[in-house]
C-alpha cells in the first residue's frame, strides 16, 4: 500500500505472485476495505504516519511490514507513480532477505516527540542567538563564544547611550524571545531528564565515557530493538558510523563514513566522544586507554573522535542486549595522558 494524506494506491498478489489488486482509494474507503479483507499481509513505505496505520491495520488481524524507502525504491521498475511505488513495496516485501522497520507504539513516538521538539528549541534558540550577536555587531558591541554570553550582551546593550531607540526596541523584543526559549527548552530537558530516570536502561547506557543522560535517551528512544542488529557493527554501521566500502577485484578501499541512519542519534554519540577525547589530550580524563592514545599518536583528533563514537555504540548495544552494566576498562594513570 503506498500511502498519502487522502489517496491510497493497493497492489495485491496471490500465492503464485500473479497481481490480483490494484485500486485507488480515499481514506475512508481504505479503512472500510481492510476491516472485511480478510487477515493478510500488507506493506507500507516507512514514512510519516506510516505506524499509525501499522498499528491500526493490526487491529483488524493483518500483518504490517515497514520497508525503509532506500529498500524499496530499486524494485521500482519506471516512472514515477503511487501504482509504480504501490507494486514496487510488494515486490520488495517479498525478498527473503529484506529488512523491515519494527512498528512503534504510541508511547514511542510520544517520546520521538520530544525529542524532535527539543532539537528545534536548540535551532531556533541557536538561531536568534546568531542574529543578536550580528545585530550587535552592528553597534560596535560583541561578546565571548557561548550561549552564556548572550544574555550579558543584551544587558549590556539597555544600558549602552549609543543604541538608537528603535534599535533598543528591537532588541528588547529579541530578549523577550530568548528567554522564552530558554525556559521552553528548560521544560524540555526537565521531562526529558525525568523519562531517562526512569528508564533501568537509559540509566546504565548514561554510565558509559562520553554518552550521558542526553545521548543514553536518544540510544535508547532512537534505537528499533537491538535484537533486530547481528552484531554491534551492524549497530554502528546502521547509524553511519562505520566507512564506505568501496571494495573490487579484492582491493579493499575504505572511504569515510557513510552518514547512514539517523543524523542527531550519529551527531550527539560523536560531540560526545570529542568532549571525552578533549579531557584525555589534556591530561584531565580517566577514560584513557592504551587503544585511544595509540590512536591519538597516529591519527588526527577528528578522525579518533569518530573512532571512539564508533566503539561507544557498539558497548551501547552490548549492553542493551545483555542488561549488563557499564565495565570501566583499565585506564593509564593521568600523568600517562596527555597526548
Known amino acids: 500500500m503506498d500511502t498519502s494524506k487522502h489517496v491510497f494506491q493497493l497492489h495485491g498478489v496471490n500465492a503464485a505472485e500473479q497481481p490480483v489488486l490494484r485500486k485507488k482509494l480515499r481514506r475512508v474507503e481504505m479503512i472500510a476495505f481492510f476491516e472485511k479483507l480478510p487477515a493478510t499481509t500488507v506493506a507500507i513505505e516507512a514514512c510519516g504516519s506510516s505506524h499509525h496505520w501499522a498499528r491500526l491495520l493490526g487491529t483488524f488481524g493483518h500483518e504490517v511490514k515497514l520497508i525503509a524507502p532506500q529498500l524499496s525504491k530499486p524494485y521500482v521498475k519506471r516512472g514515477k507513480n503511487d501504482a509504480a511505488d504501490a507494486e514496487a513495496l510488494c515486490e520488495a516485501m517479498s525478498r527473503p532477505t529484506m529488512r523491515f522497520v519494527p512498528v512503534k507504539t504510541s508511547e514511542q513516538q510520544a517520546s520521538l516527540m520530544l525529542i524532535g ?8 534558540r541557536t538561531q536568534l542567538a546568531n542574529a543578536i550577536r550580528g545585530y550587535a555587531a552592528e553597534f560596535g558591541l560583541t561578546a565571548a563564544k557561548g550561549m552564556c554570553k548572550v ?17 533598543s526596541e528591537l ?11 530558554s525556559e521552553q ?25 562520553g554518552v550521558g543522560p542526553i545521548g543514553a535517551c536518544l540510544l535508547m528512544m532512537k534505537t528499533p530493538a537491538p535484537e533486530l542488529f547481528a552484531s554491534g557493527r551492524q549497530f554502528s554501521a546502521w547509524m553511519g558510523l562505520t566507512p564506505k566500502d568501496h ?9 569515510i563514513i557513510t552518514r547512514a541512519g539517523d543524523e542527531t542519534l550519529r551527531t550527539t554519540l560523536v560531540v560526545g566522544a570529542t568532549a571525552l ?8 580524563g580517566k577514560n584513557a586507554t592504551p587503544w585511544l592514545l595509540e590512536l591519538l599518536k597516529r591519527k588526527p583528533p577528528k578522525l579518533v573522535a569518530v573512532a571512539l563514537a564508533n566503539k561507544i555504540a557498539r558497548i ?24
Request: with cysteine; hydrophobic share 40%; aromatic share 4%.
Open 185 to 209: 527548552l528548560d521544560d524540555i530537558d526537565a521531562k526529558l531528564i525525568k523519562w531517562h530516570r526512569g528508564n533501568e536502561c537509559s540509566r546504565r547506557l548514561a554510565q558509559i565515557p
Open 117 to 124: 521538539m527539543r532539537e528545534r528549541l536548540v535551532r531556533n
Open 316 to 339: 551501547a548495544w552490548k549492553m542493551m542486549m545483555t542488561g549488563e552494566a557499564y565495565q570501566r576498562s583499565a585506564a593509564l594513570p593521568p600523568q600517562e595522558c596527555v597526548a
Open 277 to 284: 577525547l578533549q579531557h584525555v589530550r589534556t591530561g584531565r
Open 171 to 181: 532588541f528588547a523584543s529579541h530578549a523577550a524571545e530568548y528567554r522564552q526559549l
Open 151 to 167: 544574555e550579558p550582551l543584551l544587558d549590556r546593550v539597555t544600558i549602552d547611550p549609543g543604541i538608537p531607540a528603535l534599535a
Open 247 to 255: 571494495s573490487t577485484a579484492g582491493k579493499s578501499r575504505p572511504g
